[in-house]
């Protein structure tokens, strides 16, 4: 992982609620690093915090697994 700022972006489409992480460097919604579906706004919220915070502790414990987006 670079320095790279990651942003996160919560979107709903109909029933479902989406979450993804891009960086600074291609923020399209077509490729992010990292995405899920939700049931519910806070789930994404979470879901995407998390991520977030998984890419930090990735950065500095190079053994700690990345947690798999769920639905």
Known sequence: MNDNQLHARIFRTLDEWYADVDDELDPQPD???WY???SSQHAAIEAA???LAAFH??????????PQ???
């Open 31 to 33: 490729n992010p690093l």
């Open 36 to 38: 899920g579906s939700y």
């Open 49 to 51: 915090c998390e991520r």
């Open 57 to 66: 502790r990735a950065r500095t414990d190079h053994n700690h697994p990345l």
């Open 69 to 71: 987006a769920t639905a």
